[in-house]
């Protein structure tokens, strides 16, 4: 199982999304195409309702502990309720290129 899937699994586990996806991001930075260190998420559920970014965050950080000890460098956090995924159109993120892309 790719790491993306493993990290979805969990997502589906804990917060029972609405919607979720993962992206391996790691092409886009130094580490390059076919590692597994840098990951975007989406995730829309009904679990951050009345919780502000730092605690969705957080609440993110606590589940993928061991991953970030182990192999993954970064994760892009994009958490929203249901609610301000609908508000904002359902448009993903974009993220911009690693500065040490290409070194």
């Known amino acids: ?3 993306q ?15 979720a996806t993962v992206e391996n991001e790691s092409h886009m930075h ?3 195409r076919g590692a ?7 995730i829309v559920s009904d679990v951050f309702e009345g919780m502000g970014k730092v605690k ?7 589940l993928f502990a061991d991953e970030l000890k182990n192999g993954i460098h970064a994760l892009a956090l994009h958490l929203y309720t249901k609610k301000e995924w609908e508000e904002r159109g359902e448009v993903f993120p974009n993220s911009p290129n690693c500065a040490g892309v290409g070194l």
């Open 36 to 42: 597994d260190s840098h990951f975007k998420l989406v």
């Open 5 to 19: 899937q493993e990290l979805l699994d969990k997502i589906h586990s804990e917060f029972q999304p609405h919607f």
């Open 56 to 62: 969705r965050h957080q609440k993110l950080y606590q």
């Open 30 to 32: 130094s580490s390059g």
């Open 1 to 3: 199982m790719s790491k």
